[in-house]
């Protein structure tokens, strides 16, 4: 028995024709007035909001991309791939927001050399053309540093992941964020006096146990401050003495490890390494920084969080450690 039921979309086997015709035409182009016949949803009425009448603090988008140009401390310029995040609160009488015009507003920018002053350009952009009370912006990249080896003299890139975050609010408050992350390595102070110990009383030939470590930091810039991505890395260097390196040859890996024999450290000690580092850097007004130190010794992860303490800013709430591998 044939097949002889239309289908909607398709040819059905009988031949007969869809009941709606697919077409695209490349040659369509849009005009003034059938634009303004396009319907938006912008102008949906109260009742065709879903579930509760209340605003939402955040909606926006996240992950799209484009390169954008990064100043050195130095002085030239680099262009990198960026990921970035952009909302804006949304009151209770509204559906929703026109996502489109948060990309736009950024893509109005895309030329320009990006800094604070820039990003506080696009988030007053967003609070015009969303119409909101608060818009947040994050953009999130890597950034490459030369990093030169211990003793060989041998260079190579070091990658760093960073992001820089942007708040502003209808009053026009404006407070700029840094996240930073900083790889390094932590020898075990317990077990290097166990490993001196068998030594000294068996002959024992041991390895104390040491790990590749992660130090995750979010700075607030002081008002009318800049800090140079450089200076948080050579902060997080000079505190903690054991980033990890790039290139190597055999002095350089023992070179390693006679540093890492200098400056033995718990995660705690890492916390308040960094903690007194920071504290006297008076670009930074406010900070939070969590530690995580893959232990080789045990199946789980020794870890630590610590906060300048200003009154009203960051707190210690921190508990995405397994964000912290590396």
Known sequence: MSKTKPMYLHRSASGAAPRIARAYDPKFR?????????????????DAIQGAHVPIQQVGVHNFRLPLKFRTKKGPTTTLEASVTGTVSLEADLKGINMSRIVRSFYDHKNEVFTGEWMGRILAAYLRNVKSKDARLKVSFSYPMVQRSLRSGLEGYQFYEVAFEGVMTSAGDYRRYIHFDFVYSSACPCSAELSEHARDMRAAYTVPHSQRSKARLVLEEAPGKKIWLEDVQAHCA????????????REDEQAFAELNGA?????EDAARLLYKEFDAESRIRDFRIACSHLESLHSHDAVSVICKGVKGGF?????????LVC
């Open 315 to 323: 707190s210690a709430d921190f508990m995405d450690f397994g964000a």
């Open 30 to 46: 849009v005009t003034d007035k059938y634009r303004a016949t396009l319907p938006d949803m912008m102008e949906a009425a109260h």
């Open 238 to 249: 000079n505190a903690l003495r054991t980033e990890t390196q790039v290139m190597v040859k």
């Open 263 to 267: 400056h033995l450290k718990f995660v």
